[in-house]
């Protein structure tokens, strides 16, 4: 599957002339036909197209049919069903992959581009697209995602456009979330940046002039902005640390700046601090940085590359930024097992923030379903966590359709599942699932009957 995810996730490529905020969009439906000569030619054509392409959707349909597991086959269907322009299909055949496999970025992207350039009116439009962006930032890190996604709301919720006080508050707290995701991104986290502070200076014209107190607040939001910015080791620091200053020069905001020599003159000493504490921490970083992102190199190479760096921020001791560069690591490769354990592992050690290490366990037997070890960490993840009996069993259930390589990871699984509802049994009076005996028993039934035809081929 590593294969066929990295060579044919892309973005399809619609018809010409039909888009929004410079992206192409999926085609119009076909327009009635007239009746001149050359355009009956033009519809002989079209039909045996049209016959075509059903014949090619009806060779993937059946081939979905027989084997959902076909990541290449999901890839092709949706990209066939976006050039016939059939909506209602399309929409169907996204849902049944995305309830399979996690999607690309790109592939969220363009699916929520489709539903807005159908429609944006009514709250319940705006809500349905959200929701599809919503789903899209949680299955990779993407910056590029999150920008979309922001504009989006900026664009089309009206409070939002508005600046009305509700509005501003949920553009803020979406833009706080993709910080949190993404402000640490080395190359493309000034993205997120400018644009949080672009909708700030947004909001600061819409205050009317003779609120000088609204006003002075926020300057200040806007200053503390470009603060946070410049204490982290980001690309293009100097660009930022430039515009901050001439921000602090085009008005009187009431800074007092100090006058250097160096690359932060006329800024605030503690500002001026945490910006070289940002700069060394990215020296310190930035060859990193070049060897992840060569293109010159092999995936493997690459792979290796992010490996030995991830071992460098884990020995720096920052969880944040080991977090995101884990993120970037499993977007760039996403069915590498070796990732995703360490990931976990990981996780395990140092986060143990339940819904945060529960979030991570999901996408990475997503990812990967086939390796057994990563399912068995996940019940048992859920468990030290608390998670409902139902959640735990809905766990286990899908680990069960999986196809591992070894009859072990089977055995595996049913023994952490027994060893689970024995613990969760004996501690009764400290959860608040009331469990029976007979679910041992009936575990143990169930893992006879599933290894027993195993044992009995692999012993023939």
């Not at 009305?164 to 707290?173: E, L, M, V």
């Not at 023994?415 to 575990?443: C, H, M, N, P, W």
């Not at 035809?453 to 012993?459: A, Q, T, Y």
């Amino acid at each position: 599957m590593a294969e066929t995810i990295e060579s044919n996730a892309e973005v399809p490529v619609s018809d010409e002339g039909n888009t929004i905020n410079g992206d192409e969009l999926m085609p119009d439906l076909p327009h009635n036909p007239t009746s001149t000569s050359s355009d009956s030619d033009s519809d002989s054509e079209d039909d045996e197209s049209d016959q075509k392409l059903q014949l090619q959707l009806h060779t993937l349909q059946s081939e979905l049919s027989t084997n959902p597991s076909n990541y290449d086959a999901h890839v092709q269907c949706i990209k066939l069903l976006r050039k016939m322009g059939d909506l209602d299909n399309l929409r169907k055949a996204r849902e049944a992959m995305s309830e399979i496999f996690p999607l690309t970025p790109p592939m969220w992207q363009e699916w929520a581009k489709d539903e807005a350039s159908i429609s944006t009116t009514g709250p319940e439009a705006l809500a349905a697209i959200e929701k599809l962006y919503e789903r899209g930032v949680s299955d990779y890190l993407s910056v590029s995602l999150w920008c979309d996604y922001l504009n989006f709301v900026q664009e089309y919720n009206p409070l939002v456009r508005d600046c009305a006080t509700s509005g501003i508050k949920k553009a803020r707290d979406l833009f706080e979330r993709a910080l949190t995701a993404a402000g640490l991104h080395f190359t493309d986290a000034e993205e997120l940046w400018e644009a949080y502070r672009k909708f700030e200076k947004a909001v600061y014209q819409s205050i009317d002039e003779t609120d000088i107190q609204a006003k002075e607040k926020q300057v200040q939001l806007i200053r503390s902005n470009f603060h946070r910015q410049l204490s982290l080791p980001l690309a293009n620091m100097n660009s930022t640390l430039e515009a901050y200053k001439a921000w602090e020069m085009e008005g009187e905001h009431g800074c007092v700046l100090e006058v250097k020599s160096n690359d932060s003159d006329r800024v605030p000493s503690q500002v001026a601090s945490a910006y070289q504490r940002a700069l060394d921490m990215y020296n310190a970083r930035v060859q990193l940085e070049k060897q992840i992102s060569r293109q010159d190199t092999t995936d493997t190479e690459r792979l290796n590359q992010y490996i030995i760096y991830l071992k460098f921020e884990q020995s720096a001791g920052d969880p944040a930024r080991v977090q995101v560069l884990f993120e970037r690591a499993v977007a760039d490769f996403p069915v590498s097992v070796d990732l995703w354990l360490d990931y976990t592992r990981y996780m395990d050690k140092t986060l143990k923030v339940g819904s945060i290490v529960r979030n991570v366990y999901s996408r990475a037997t997503r990812n990967c379903p086939w390796v057994g070890d990563l399912w068995v960490r996940y019940l048992l993840a859920l468990e030290r966590a608390r998670a409902s009996e139902g959640e735990i069993a809905s766990v286990f259930e899908k680990s069960l359709q999986c196809s591992f390589s070894t009859l072990d990871e089977y055995l595996d699984l049913f023994l952490t599942r027994v060893d689970g509802l024995r613990r969760r049994i004996s501690f009764a009076s400290e959860i608040e699932d009331v469990l029976e005996y007979s679910l041992i028993k009936e575990t143990f039934q169930r893992a006879s009957d599933y290894l027993s035809p195993h044992l009995k081929n692999s012993e023939g």
